[in-house]
C-alpha cells in the first residue's frame, strides 16, 4: 500500500468523526509511522450528535476532541487536523451538519493541505460510506472531487470492509432478535465493499495493543443510554478474537 522507508511517504487518513480512525484504520497509521512514513490525521466533523451516556452528554465536541488526540498520541500520528463541522447525525437532521456542506468548498480546502503538507498517499472511505452515515458519504464525496482535481498528483485508497461477513453477522443478530426492532438488516447488504473489489489488505496483527489501546482512548463512545456499543464489544475482546477480528485492515486503491 505504501512503500518502504527508502522512499518515505506522507500519508493523509480523512475520517468523519473521532473514534473512525481508530475502527478503520488505526493499525495502518501505526504501522505506517513505525516504518518511517510522515502519518497525518483530518477529522471532519466534531461528532457531536454521537451517542454517549449521560457522562458526557453537556459537552460531548470538547470530549471527543480530547479523545481524538489520545487517540492520536497513541499511534504516533504526526498532526491532526480538525475541521470541527457540526456532526450532521445519523440521518443528517443536523442542517448545519458536515453532510450539507459545499463539496467543491470542503474539497478545495483539502486540496490546499494535501500541497501545503506534500501528501503523496491520499486515503478516504468507500462509496457506500461504510455503513451509511450521511457524514461518511460526503467524506468519500469530497475526498473523490479533491483527486480529481488533483490529476495524480496523489495516490487515493478507499478505507473499507468486506461487504460479506458484515451482512452475514448482522442478518443472524436480527433473527436472534439482538438487534433494536427498528432495525433494519437489508440496509447491510449494500454496505462496505464486495470481497471481490477489495484491492489491498494491510496486516496490522503487530499493531493490534496500540490499535486496541486507540479504541479505548474514546471511552464516550462505549456506553449510550444504559447499552453497551460495538467499540466497547470490540475493545474488550479476548486477544485471539481481536486479532481475528480486527488483524486486517482493507482497502480500494482508486484508478
Known amino acids: 500500500m505504501f512503500n518502504t522507508p527508502a522512499n518515505p511517504q506522507t500519508l493523509l ?19 505506517a509511522r513505525a516504518e518511517g ?9 466534531d461528532g457531536a450528535a454521537g451517542l454517549t451516556s449521560d457522562e458526557f452528554a453537556d459537552s460531548l465536541g470538547s470530549v471527543r476532541q480530547l479523545e481524538l488526540e489520545l487517540s492520536a498520541e497513541i499511534l504516533g500520528v504526526d498532526k ?16 448545519s451538519g458536515f453532510a450539507h456542506m459545499n463539496i467543491e ?6 486540496i490546499e493541505i494535501i500541497h501545503e503538507e506534500h501528501v503523496t498517499v491520499l486515503i478516504g472511505y468507500d462509496p457506500s460510506g461504510g455503513y451509511g452515515h450521511p457524514d461518511h458519504l460526503q467524506i468519500h464525496r469530497v475526498v473523490r472531487e479533491a483527486y480529481r482535481r488533483l490529476s495524480g498528483t496523489c495516490t487515493l485508497f478507499e478505507a473499507t ?23 433494519n438488516p437489508r440496509e447491510f447488504e449494500q454496505a462496505w465493499t464486495p470481497r471481490k473489489e477489495i484491492t489491498h489488505r494491510v496486516n496490522v496483527r503487530p499493531f493490534l495493543d496500540q490499535k ?6 474514546h471511552a464516550s463512545q462505549a456506553h449510550a443510554d444504559g447499552t453497551v456499543r460495538t467499540l466497547a464489544v470490540l475493545s474488550n475482546l479476548p486477544r485471539p478474537l481481536f486479532a481475528a477480528f480486527m488483524g486486517t485492515e482493507y482497502f480500494v486503491k482508486v484508478g
Open 37 to 45: 512514513h510522515r502519518v497525518l490525521l483530518l477529522v471532519a466533523t
Open 13 to 31: 487518513f480523512v475520517h468523519a468523526h473521532p473514534d473512525d480512525e481508530a475502527l478503520l484504520t488505526a493499525g495502518t497509521m501505526a504501522r
Open 212 to 217: 486496541r489501546a486507540a479504541i479505548q482512548a
Open 80 to 95: 491532526v487536523i480538525s475541521w470541527a463541522y457540526p456532526d450532521s447525525g445519523l440521518h443528517a437532521e443536523n442542517l
Open 161 to 183: 470492509l468486506p461487504r460479506e461477513p458484515i451482512a452475514t453477522t448482522v442478518n443472524a443478530a436480527a433473527r436472534m432478535h439482538l438487534t433494536p426492532p427498528e432495525f
Open 105 to 110: 468548498s470542503a474539497a478545495n480546502t483539502l
